[in-house]
């Protein structure tokens, strides 16, 4: 009877649920259609405002339909000359871009509006776009303390405003960055439920799911697992009264994760499968990475090594994806700083050279008429006396020297100030090049090292736990040991690169015979050309030699030998050959391989261009063993050259100095 009871209690509270849901959408349908409606009828300042509330309520759930009403509202604010719908339409776009991840366009688009709005002045449209700065740093760039300056910003404005709805929403973001930090967490529990009291007396359903879904992480931060599934539910009710799905995705990745805690594997496995449908569907990759790394998890303890690999590698896949556009977005805000300083340092050169223009015209008009006046008395002198005329002229000497000191000092004031013009440009083009060489080295590091070395751990670990046979893995052995050579080339060109790069490299020539750097180098690949059937031939010059540093000319050689093995097909031929041009000694590496288009031969030596190729057997490479034997060769006075055509062959022809210069 009791059991009987309960059901019917959980039913009913079921039914009263999915009715309020039902209802709610209904609503929310019914004001969207409302609002479509208007705009068949409205023109001017009021369509602007009924297109920017079409694009604030759609964003949660048709994000491409939000962009359009807010491009919309944007050009027919311009046409109008209406700031106020303009710098709107600019905060719902950047709402749009921040949930595309798209996060360099949001600040360039959320500082405009902060500076345009302050001449309106609309401070709470200046707090909305801090409050929207604070969760890209947030949840985009994962810089915390600049999130929180933001959003004690927005907070200041909207608690003067007394702004209660956008005060809860705000509760909810600054615990969030309390949760994720694992700080304050009794204050962080503190302001959600502050905020969840304010939501609930406006009846917002959103911002009720924000401040939950808060509560529900600093609950599983603090331990409480029970108490944090019990808010992530209440989030979820309340996400989909206001047909929120992004919310109800990342509730489900927390809830999984609290499962796994729990050792309820077989519940963490429907729940993450449930978000990554989810966030598939919106294009929610934080979300699609968690749930990917939840899965594996709890795959490996039910003992499912295949499935738990498979979803490990999805989550190693996207998440070193995710860190490069996090990189590369840190870089675009960088560089849009960068410009907005070079502008504004743009501006106070052109105020001062206006001001220099100015006193240039007032010491001219001075000069002028001090001229005439001394013209005027010297006239008057002359009438009177021949004496006081040589007084005059005395002192009129005397200014035109002044003046003439003074153009001086202006010619070299404007010297001083180009030499400066030109220091900083200096400095700003090593910065440009600083930049470029980190993010070289971040790329090939995520790519090349991180990637490789996390599936050999992986692989290795289910070794170790038994979960793979003798056999399998010496099926796997040529494979690993091709990915160890790949990961070991890697490394040699890139500490030389970067050695390079920072001018570590010593050039100490020597005379080098051809044969002796040719055959060991041919010795040293025998084996990996053995392996692919092609053969190795050797038709140097005996009689031949070059002046070069040895290690840096045996560098060179390895690596073109070892690429033209790479890119030639079972069955090729590899001839490295010799010849006396004029002062120069010529090696050419000839091979019968795949060739390169003419489109990829101009980037093979640019320094800013990567090009990484997989060879005939699928080996990797980082594209930076071409660059780093272009710039050894010029650093030995001599040249890399190539000529290739694609299905023929390549050859790579290095020129050396055939003696001491």
Not at 109 to 137: C, F, W
Not at 442 to 462: E, K, Y
Not at 617 to 632: F, R
Request: proline share 2%; net charge neutral; with cysteine.
């Amino acid at each position: 009877m009791e059991n009987n009871k309960r059901s019917a209690l959980v039913a009913f509270v079921i039914v009263s649920v999915l009715s309020s849901v039902v209802t709610s959408v209904q609503a929310q349908n019914s004001a969207i259609d409302s609002l479509k409606r208007l705009l068949l009828v409205q023109t001017d300042s009021a369509r602007v405002l009924t297109l920017n509330e079409l694009a604030y309520k759609y964003l949660a759930y048709e994000p491409l339909t939000a962009k359009r009403y807010a491009e919309e509202a944007i050009d027919l604010s311009r046409k109008l000359k209406y700031l106020p719908g303009e710098l709107n339409g600019l905060h719902h776009l950047g709402d749009y871009e921040y949930r595309q991840s798209n996060y360099a366009k949001v600040i360039e688009l959320e500082t405009q509006v902060i500076k345009l709005a302050a001449q309106i002045p609309d401070s709470i449209l200046m707090a909305d776009a801090y409050r929207l700065l604070g969760n890209v740093h947030t949840y985009g760039l994962k810089q915390y303390d600049e999130a929180l300056e933001y959003q004690r910003k927005a907070l200041q404005i909207y608690t003067s405003r007394k702004e209660k709805r956008r005060m809860s929403a705000l509760d909810g973001s600054m615990t969030w960055i309390f949760a994720i930090t694992g700080q304050n967490l009794p204050e962080a529990h503190r302001m959600a439920k502050e905020g969840l009291a304010l939501a609930t007396a406006l009846h917002d359903h959103q911002l009720i799911s924000y401040n939950y879904n808060s509560l529900g992480l600093i609950s599983y931060k603090m331990g409480n697992l029970d108490s944090a599934l019990i808010y992530l539910g209440r989030s979820n009710a309340a996400a989909r009264l206001a047909n929120d799905n992004a919310v109800i995705t990342y509730n489900k990745t927390i809830m999984g994760s609290i499962y796994v805690s729990q050792k309820n594997y077989w519940q963490a496995v429907e729940i993450f499968n449930q978000a990554l449908g989810e966030s598939n569907a919106i294009n929610l990759r934080e979300a699609r990475k968690d749930a990917y790394e939840g899965l594996a998890k709890a795959y490996k303890e039910l003992s499912n090594f295949e499935k738990a690999y498979e979803n490990q590698e999805r989550f190693i896949q996207l998440r070193d994806s995710l860190l490069n556009w996090e990189i590369t977005q840190k870089s675009l805000s960088l560089k849009a700083g960068y410009e907005e300083s070079r502008r504004e340092a743009q501006i106070t050169e052109l105020k001062n050279e206006n001001e220099r223009a100015s006193l240039e015209k007032k010491v001219t008009f001075i000069v002028f008429g001090a001229i005439i006046l001394f013209l005027g008395a010297v006239g008057v002198l002359i009438v009177r006396n021949s004496r006081e005329r040589k007084v005059a002229n005395h002192l009129l000497q005397e200014k035109n020297d002044e003046i003439e000191t003074q153009n001086e000092e202006l010619t070299q004031s404007r010297e001083e100030l180009a030499q400066q013009s030109e220091v900083v440009s200096e400095q700003n083009q090593a910065l440009r090049l600083a930049n470029d060489t980190k993010d070289k080295l971040f790329s090939i590091i995520s790519h090349d090292l991180r990637g490789p070395i996390a599936s050999l751990r992986s692989l290795l670990g289910l070794v170790m736990r038994g979960a793979v046979t003798t056999e399998e893995f010496q099926k796997m052995a040529p494979k690993l040991n091709q990915s160890i050579g790949s990961i070991h080339e890697t490394l040699e060109n890139l500490l030389q690169w970067s050695y390079a790069q920072m001018s570590g490299l010593s050039y100490s020539p020597v005379e080098v015979e051809i044969n002796s750097l040719v055959s060991g180098n041919i010795g040293l690949f025998a084996e990996a050309a053995k392996v692919k059937h092609i053969e190795l031939i050797d038709e140097t010059n005996g009689q031949l030699s070059v002046f070069a540093d040895e290690n840096q000319a045996k560098l060179i050689m390895r690596n073109l030998i070892n690429n033209a093995i790479k890119f030639t097909p079972d069955g090729g031929k590899v001839v490295v050959s010799s010849r006396q041009n004029s002062n120069m000694v010529e090696i050419s590496v000839r091979d019968s391989g795949i060739g390169i288009p003419p489109d990829r031969v101009k980037e093979l030596f640019e320094p800013h261009t990567r090009v990484s190729t997989v060879g005939t057997h699928g080996e990797k490479g980082t594209g930076l063993g071409l660059l780093l034997c272009h710039e050894m060769a010029q650093r030995n006075e001599g040249k890399l050259s190539v000529i290739s055509e694609v299905g023929i062959g390549t050859s790579f022809i290095l020129s050396l100095p055939s003696k001491s210069r």
